[in-house]
């Protein structure tokens, strides 16, 4: 379940976005000006950005400079040459300018999604006071290491990649699978409160909030 984070502040064209990306089975975050997007993205780190240019407040351009990690498809009305080499040069993965096709869109999105799957281990996920590199597998908590089991590890970072969605013990456990094979329903509780209490000894504050009767969810201030 990707998460792509719209920022754009037309809202006609990012709530006909989400509602396409939605039917795709894609999550959707939204932001409608720079500032918005600067605070969406220190508390979550959405799989993909669609990023409009001329934004109210920051710009366009000032947020991209910010952008680390996450692929960036710029949807601009500028068309200029230039305006479209400075943002490829300045850390986007691809341009497209308005009006522009939706499945071509949809096309381009698959594809950078496809190529940062390949690439995941390279990608820093950051939420709040929560850093994991995914490359190293190690976890900071307010800048200082944190020592986890390969389960606990498992959890929080599918935790971190959806951040503010509440995950259900099966997504939890599907979602895991590959890297811990051995963690069942009976033991994802007592990893899950072993993970938070090693968080809460550095952080000072619980992270992962439960929510009764569905699931866990990061809670990021």
């Not at 976005?17 to 600067?38: M, N």
């Not at 950005?49 to 710029?74: Q, T």
């Not at 940062?116 to 820093?124: K, T």
Request: with cysteine; proline share 3%.
């Amino acid at each position: 379940m990707p998460n792509i984070a719209i920022i754009d502040d037309d809202v006609y064209i990012g709530n006909m976005l989400e509602e396409i990306l939605k039917k795709e089975g894609y999550q959707v975050s939204r932001a409608y000006s720079g500032t918005e997007a600067i605070m969406l993205l220190s508390n979550s780190s959405p799989d993909l950005i669609l990023l409009d240019l001329m934004l109210p407040g920051i710009s366009g351009e000032e947020v991209l400079a910010k952008i680390h990690g996450i692929p960036v498809i710029v949807l601009s009305a500028k068309a200029d040459v230039r305006d479209k080499v400075n943002v490829l040069l300045g850390g986007a993965v691809d341009y497209m300018t308005k009006p522009f096709d939706t499945n071509e869109l949809l096309a381009r999105i698959t594809v950078q999604l496809r190529s940062g799957s390949d690439c995941e281990d390279r990608h820093i996920i950051t939420c709040g006071d929560i850093s994991i590199d995914t490359n190293l597998r190690s976890v900071t908590v307010c800048g200082k290491y944190v020592h986890l089991t390969k389960t606990e590890y498992a959890i929080l970072k599918i935790l971190m990649r959806n951040t503010n969605q509440v995950l259900t013990k099966a997504q939890i456990l599907d979602g895991i699978f590959e890297d811990t094979p051995d963690c069942v329903e009976s033991s994802l509780k007592v990893h899950i409160s072993n993970l938070r209490k090693k968080l809460r000894e550095i952080g000072g504050k619980d992270y992962i909030e439960s929510v009764w009767g569905i699931g866990f969810k990061m809670h990021i201030e």
